[in-house]
Nanobody, 128 residues
């Protein structure tokens, strides 16, 4: 059974860092692109980052470029999002997601990137 489980969220002060993890099981991670998305209270879900199946291509929303870095370890079935210089506006529930139809590439969509299956999320709260 395909499963994605996020961890690493929490409370952090502005300017701080967090590393989110996404543990994948029930499918062959190395075949698929993985996206990170977030949803703040009262706002629509938005794409934050997408990393291709090999990790050779990474994509970021303009709001996080230069601050967030996505990476993956296919052997460990893990995907990561390193978040630096965090701002209060980064506060949201963060989700990882996988595509299963697009051959491991990050395909753009109005929401960010096309994904088919989502984890349950982890809360990031940036506050002093």
């Amino acid at each position: 059974q395909l499963q994605l489980v996020e961890s690493g969220g929490g409370l952090v002060q502005p300017g701080g860092s967090l590393r989110l993890s996404c543990a994948a099981s029930g499918f062959t991670l190395e075949h698929y692109a993985i996206g990170w998305f977030r949803q703040a209270p009262g706002k629509e879900r938005e794409g934050v980052s997408c990393i291709s199946k090999s990790g050779g291509s990474t994509n970021y929303a303009d709001s996080v470029k230069g601050r967030f870095t996505a990476s993956r370890d296919n052997a460990k079935k893990m995907v990561y999002l390193q978040m630096n210089s965090l701002k209060p506006e980064d506060t949201a529930v963060y989700y990882c997601a996988t595509e299963t139809l697009y051959g491991g590439s990050c395909i753009r969509s109005p929401e960010g990137w096309l994904m088919d299956f989502w984890g349950k999320g982890t809360l990031v709260n940036v506050s002093s």
